[in-house]
């Protein structure tokens, strides 16, 4: 536990650097500040939820819990497009970003097709790979991963740009009005879900109505 904080110790540093010596990116996070400050009370107001919003940068980004889950239109690997706006008053929808190279992400990928077989009639599980080419996606789903809930292709990473994505894996949770009502990355949780979690993260999520 003492490498992880002081792993993450290093990194806040580095951002801390980073920003301090880019006058562009410190005006954009002062930016961020504020708007975050003004719009708190306005976001938390308009919805209720049962998370809250627990990654290192999240509080500071304008994608965060209570806000609509930006639209976008992918093809699967069976060359079907796939959007968001498709699951719209229909069913609650648990978007998580991966890539093969990526081993959290791949532990979590048996528990995603769990509950996407126990809760399917109101859950949609859509698994987004992350700027990899379709070939490469397919060839590993079939070697090392096979499910059944969607896997869409983010090859130039425009959707997890329009999520403000820092850490993979990061899941986001979705309800039926198209508003974010949970987030979860790695930075937060330290790894990869747990079966037992993400079940308990998943009943919250669809008791709330």
Do not use: H
Request: proline share 5%.
């Amino acid at each position: 536990m003492k490498k992880v904080w002081a792993a993450i110790g290093i990194f806040l540093l580095v951002m801390a650097a980073v920003v301090l010596l880019d006058p562009d990116l410190n005006a954009w996070v002062q930016t961020l500040v504020s708007s975050s400050e003004s719009n708190r009370a306005t976001s938390s107001q308009a919805i209720q939820v049962p998370y809250t919003p627990i990654g290192i940068l999240t509080p500071y980004l304008p994608l965060r819990i209570g806000r609509p889950a930006p639209n976008f239109a992918l093809r699967d690997l069976n060359g079907n497009v796939v959007k968001l706006s498709d699951f719209r008053n229909k069913r609650y929808v648990l978007l998580n970003f991966w890539a093969t190279w990526c081993a959290p992400c791949k532990e979590e990928m048996p528990y995603f097709e769990d509950v996407y077989q126990k809760y399917g009639k109101e859950l949609v599980v859509l698994g987004v790979d992350l700027q990899e080419s379709a070939e490469v996606v397919r060839t590993f789903t079939k070697r090392e991963a096979q499910v059944s809930y969607p896997i869409l292709v983010d090859a130039d990473g425009s959707v997890a740009q329009a999520y403000t994505l820092f850490a993979e894996p990061t899941s986001f949770f979705i309800n039926k009005e198209g508003r974010i009502v949970g987030i979860d990355d790695m930075l937060a949780k330290f790894g990869a879900f747990t079966s037992q979690e993400l079940n308990k993260k998943i009943r919250q999520f669809l008791d709330y109505k």
